[in-house]
């Protein structure tokens, strides 16, 4: 989600209260047409903060019980202060606040508040508080409804004020008390107790939260207790939402604006632990969240605990040990809607000669996928660390090479070429000129082929290339949402997250070009194991090494080109598109080179019943350091 930036109204005399690094400067502002408006100074009781309960700001774990949230407000508070019938449609570019005069468990807050327009605010107006005030532009973004996929809503953000406000907890470090200041979401609508020329009196009560709090320890399979933990991740829990401070509800029927995970990263320098009984405490929506995967990484190693069903009441808070949790290790396929798909596109890495053939050592694994850029998008020493998804015109290499042409084995790696083949790859057999004519020959002379097959016969896990019958359930079936996965260099690489459909299919491409706040981090559930996910690659065109429509943030869009082994013209592929402007299965040009995500066809055992995996594979990942 961007931020939008706030612009709060500075109240003289309050006392400031410091707040993240992230947070937004108080700026005094009267922008948005209301230099002419009536604006009324608000003075408002809230009442006293029980521990454990609903109704306040500052969050402190109990020294002697890390079960105890001990609750007060703290100087300098800030809740958004809003007239309910202005909807969306007031200009101001910030909110009206108002301030706690000193801390405690009950405060008076003071501050100002203003109509759209010239409009006076009446006794019989419907007033909305919202905290926490301060994390407009970081956890909160005034939006409003700007269309409808599958006659369902979603919302983008606005520069001016909103009763819509987009909630964001995907990503949160674990304290109570960073959730106290951005994340522990509280609200109130009240009518004014009394109107007297320019002073409005407001008793709002108590705050309702409108989230639930949960802190969770952790141990290993071996029942040991986890520290320097590096992340956590929550999958299948709502991070983010849109509520409406109009009616004190969420907006239903959106999934558009619903993430689904929650993050846990603790400051720069710092590690989650459960050492000494300490608990990690995260904010999450209320509701019953089904096949909810918790994964938490400690170094090289994941360990991951699973609910089938789980629910979170508003306003609670709850406490859970996750005892021996598993170790998460690599397996050779994802299966979805029947189909058991590789766990990372087909690439080359490594010298042009010899090299690392085969499976990617990671589902999210693109071409450069982690590059210092400058302010101009182009590689440089001093730049940005991204990956290639935000890199002008990137061109592949050959030591790195996850773009192939149909059916070309012997010069895979002449990027510049435009060598294909006409024959059919979809069995396994394979293909060179003999003498002058292309025939049949043995795999030690082929040149055409699946290139799948070709590297992966003698492997213990064999592939093939996907058919169009395979991407067909993809394109048709699966659930598909817009996600990214995040690379062991800290990047981000976007894709599409493919799952089994159940009763009824979620499908939510194409996105629209700059949407990058729709797209889910599914990492953990990747790294789990659980669903398939294809990177947005773009394609490379005949006769050339620079990879095209792999820009996210062109205004052209980028897409995924995924290739399948099946043909029906001497000169096109069948091919499937997925992005922020695409959604497609057509034939393209096989002189393109374009992406492979093999189909897993048989492979070997241990005693335990447990997959070989190749010895290969296993070393790419362990020098990259990925598991």
Avoid at 168 to 174: A, F, P, S, V, Y
Avoid at 265 to 281: E, F, M
Avoid at 456 to 465: C, E, F, I, L, V
Avoid at 498 to 521: D, Q, W
Wanted: glycine letters at 8%.
């Amino acid at each position: 989600m961007n931020k939008t930036k706030i612009l709060l109204l500075a109240i003289t005399g309050m006392m400031a209260t410091a707040f993240t690094a992230c947070q937004s400067d108080d700026i005094d502002s009267t922008a948005g047409g209301d230099a002419n408006a009536n604006v009324y100074n608000v003075t408002a009781d809230v009442d006293a903060a029980q521990d454990n309960q609903p109704g306040s700001r500052v969050l402190s774990v109990d020294a002697s019980n890390k079960k105890v949230l001990h609750s007060t407000w703290a100087a300098g508070d800030k809740l958004i202060a809003f007239v309910s019938s202005d909807g969306t449609s007031n200009t101001r570019t910030s909110y009206w606040t108002i301030a706690a005069d000193k801390s405690g468990k009950g405060s008076t807050f003071t501050g100002q508040i203003a109509a759209k327009g010239n409009a006076k605010v009446q006794v019989t107006d419907t007033l909305c508080f919202f905290y926490p005030g301060a994390a407009v532009g970081n956890s909160i973004a005034p939006v409003k409804k700007t269309g409808e996929d599958d006659k369902k809503p979603y919302h983008d953000e606005v520069s001016n004020i909103s009763n819509l406000l987009a909630l964001n907890l995907t990503r949160q470090d674990g304290t109570a008390e960073t959730i106290g200041k951005l994340y522990d979401f509280q609200y109130k609508k009240v009518k004014p107790t009394s109107i007297n020329g320019s002073t409005i009196n407001v008793s709002i009560g108590d705050m309702k939260r409108i989230v639930s709090l949960w802190g969770l320890r952790f141990t290993d399979d071996s029942n040991h207790i986890l520290t320097d933990i590096d992340s956590v991740y929550i999958s299948n829990v709502k991070g983010s939402d849109v509520f409406n401070l109009s009616t004190g509800s969420f907006v239903t029927d959106n999934p558009a604006d619903e993430s689904m995970n929650i993050v846990v990263t603790p400051p720069t320098g710092q590690k989650v632990s459960s050492a000494g009984g300490k608990y990690t405490y995260i904010s999450l929506f209320p509701g019953t969240y089904t096949d909810v995967l918790i994964m938490v990484y400690v170094g090289n190693k994941c360990y991951k605990k699973e609910y089938a069903r789980i629910t979170f009441d508003e306003g609670k808070v709850y406490h859970t040990d996750l005892l021996n949790m598993s170790e998460v290790l690599p397996e050779p396929y994802v299966q979805v809607q029947g189909i058991k798909w590789a766990t990372g596109n087909f690439i080359h890495y490594g010298p042009e000669t010899g090299g690392y053939w085969g499976i990617a050592p990671a589902q999210w694994w693109i071409s450069r996928r982690a590059v210092k850029l400058g302010s101009n998008r182009k590689p440089a020493a001093n730049g940005t660390l991204q990956s290639s998804q935000f890199e002008s015109s990137p061109t592949q290499t050959t030591d790195d090479v996850d773009l192939f042409r149909f059916g070309d084995i012997k010069n895979a790696l002449k990027l510049d070429g435009n060598t294909y083949t006409d024959k059919d790859i979809t069995e396994a057999k394979f293909y060179a000129p003999d003498p002058l004519i292309i025939r049949e020959v043995a795999r030690s002379r082929a040149q055409y082929g699946d290139i799948v097959r070709y590297y992966t016969t003698d492997k213990k896990q064999k592939y093939r290339m996907p058919t169009e019958d395979d991407i067909t359930t993809l394109y048709t079936e699966a659930n598909a949402i817009p996600a990214y996965c995040v690379t062991e260099q800290g990047t981000f690489v976007y894709g599409a997250y493919f799952t089994t459909a159940g009763s009824i299919r979620v499908k939510s491409f194409p996105t629209r070009v700059k949407s990058l706040y729709k797209y889910t981090n599914v990492t953990a559930l990747v790294r789990a194991n659980k669903g398939l996910f294809l990177p947005i690659t773009g394609r490379r065109a005949s006769l050339s090494p620079e990879i095209g429509y792999r820009d996210m943030l062109s205004i052209l869009g980028a897409y995924g080109q995924y290739m399948t082994s099946t043909t029906r013209t001497l000169g096109l592929s069948r091919d499937f598109f997925f992005g922020p402007t695409e959604w497609n299965l057509s034939a393209n040009g096989k002189a393109q080179a374009k992406a492979i995500r093999p189909v897993w066809i048989s492979g070997e055992e241990d005693s335990n019943h447990k997959p070989v995996l190749d010895e290969g594979y296993l070393n790419l990942q362990n020098t990259l350091k990925i598991w």
